[in-house]
């Protein structure tokens, strides 16, 4: 079995995987950071 060509197809699997999420607003936004300056604020 040929590494790149299996790999490929991961790819291709991980992509259809990434835009389904995308079309049915499943993929969530990344943790941000905190806001420092307003927490020293409160």
């Known amino acids: ?6 790999n ?3 790819l291709k699997y ?3 995987g990434i835009n389904i999420m995308i079309a049915n ?3 969530e ?3 941000l950071s ?3 300056k307003d927490l ?3």
């Open 34 to 36: 905190v806001d420092r």
């Open 1 to 6: 079995m040929d590494y790149s060509r299996v």
């Open 14 to 16: 991980s992509e259809d």
């Open 29 to 31: 936004q990344p943790p």
């Open 8 to 10: 490929a197809e991961v």
């Open 25 to 27: 607003e499943w993929l």
């Open 40 to 42: 020293t604020k409160s």
